[in-house]
């Protein structure tokens, strides 16, 4: 916590040892922080000591592959959506990362959220389906139930989450076309 308190600051005084550091990379690990924390650890000069810090190194990496991919589908996305004249918003993710983190690949993330007006879904999906997305199964069915928000579209690149609503649930809903 003291490495997250201070930032961007460096923490006041001695890295964490043994166990505690160890503690440090589950927890960072399984709140989905771990680019981050290794970021902080580095600037703050900390050493950790072994093998926490070669589990730090590895999820990171693990992690910033990962956002890599991520990466590469939202353009891949963004590029077949505007064959057909939409340009989405961009929801969390990459576009967050990059407003928000010192490097964008620091932020976790397994998928792709874009914001599309409800009328716009169809085609958006059509568009989609051609970098080899296509809607999980039942999960088209779904698409017009009340609480529903998003449309899933999966395929060997990665998953899409193509949201035509920006929030929904508790009887109230902020339309992707608001």
Not at 15 to 24: C, K, S
Not at 106 to 111: F, L, N, S, V, Y
Not at 137 to 144: I, Q, V, Y
Not at 157 to 174: D, F, K, M, T
Request: glycine share 12%; net charge negative; aromatic share 4%.
């Amino acid at each position: 916590m003291a490495l997250l308190r201070a930032w961007p600051d460096a923490p006041s005084g001695a890295p964490p040892g043994g166990g505690d550091a160890e503690a440090l990379v589950r927890a960072a690990v399984r709140h989905g922080l771990v680019g981050f924390v290794a970021h902080a650890v580095e600037r703050a000069g900390w050493a950790l000591p072994e093998p926490a810090s070669a589990s730090l190194r590895r999820e990171s990496l693990g992690g910033a592959a990962r956002a890599l991919r991520v990466k590469a589908l939202l353009l891949r996305s963004l590029d077949a959506l505007a064959t057909v004249g939409q340009v989405p918003v961009l929801l969390k993710g990459y576009g967050l990362a990059l407003r928000l983190y010192p490097d964008p690949l620091q932020r976790a993330t397994t998928d792709v959220d874009l914001l599309v007006a409800r009328a716009d879904v169809g085609a958006a999906a059509q568009a989609l389906a051609r970098v080899g997305l296509s809607a999980r199964r039942d999960d088209g069915a779904r698409h017009g139930e009340e609480d529903s928000h998003h449309l899933e579209l999966a395929g060997p690149a990665g998953l899409v989450e193509l949201h035509y609503r920006a929030l929904a649930g508790w009887g109230e809903a902020l339309e992707g076309d608001a």
